[in-house]
Every structure is written in structure tokens, then in C-alpha cells.
């Protein structure tokens, strides 16, 4: 089986900086893209950032210039550098991966178990 485990996350004053690390492991064949989505209490979940396998990002508008994504594919890790952090930022935030498995021949997606960041002074 495969596991998405995410680290990270934490209460951060207003302004300040965290970043988020997702490992994926098990019977991992292959890794295509990989992405971090956030929800809100009382909003639905949405897209922050992702990131191909060749490197090829894309960002939510709100979070553009201001939170990066990056992956090492050795590690089979991606992580979310956010910086200039906002109230409105607060969230639970999910890293999602869609993996070939050693006993599939398709991507499946996979999500983690979800990291609580909480912007507040």
C-alpha cells in the first residue's frame, strides 16, 4: 500500500513562515504530480499549488508570490514553503500525489492524513 504522511504545519503569527513536507511511501512504482489543497472550516477544499514530475508548477492566485512548492523525487517527498503568511491562510492542508503502484499499471491519487496551520497573533 501507499501512504502520504505530511509534517509541518503549526500556529504561526501573522507575516511569518512554515514549511510543509509530504513523504509518500510503499509499493511506489512511479510519482506524476504531486499538489497541496487546504480547507477552511465551513468552505470546501481548494487547490494551493502543484507540481509535475518535470518540475512545472502551478499556484492558486491567492497564494502567488508568496508560498512555493517543490519536490524531491529521490525522496518521493514534495514540500510547500510558505512565506508572508495571512490569517486567511488558515487551514488544513492536504498533499495529494498520484502514484503508479508496483502492482497497478495506472496513477491512482493519493492523499495524506492532513496538517492544521493556523495563522493568529
Known amino acids: 500500500q501507499v501512504q502520504l504522511v505530511e509534517s509541518g504545519g503549526g500556529l504561526v503569527q501573522p507575516g511569518g513562515s512554515l514549511r510543509l513536507s509530504c513523504a509518500a511511501s510503499?509499493?511506489?512504482?512511479?510519482?506524476?504530480?504531486m499538489g497541496w489543497y487546504r480547507q477552511a472550516p465551513g468552505k470546501q477544499r481548494e487547490l494551493v499549488a502543484t507540481?509535475?514530475?518535470?518540475?512545472?508548477?502551478n499556484y492558486a492566485d491567492s497564494v502567488k508570490g508568496r508560498f512555493t512548492i517543490s519536490r524531491d523525487n529521490a525522496k518521493n517527498t514534495v514540500y510547500l514553503q510558505m512565506n508572508s503568511l495571512k490569517p486567511e491562510d488558515t487551514a488544513v492542508y492536504y498533499c495529494?500525489?498520484?502514484?503508479?503502484?508496483?502492482?497497478?499499471?495506472?496513477?491512482?491519487?493519493?492523499w495524506g492524513q492532513g496538517t492544521q496551520v493556523t495563522v493568529s497573533s
Open positions: 495529494n500525489a498520484q502514484i503508479v503502484t508496483a502492482y497497478s499499471v495506472t496513477y491512482s491519487v493519493y
Open positions: 510503499g509499493s511506489i512504482f512511479s510519482i506524476n504530480g
Open positions: 507540481i509535475t514530475s518535470g518540475g512545472s508548477t
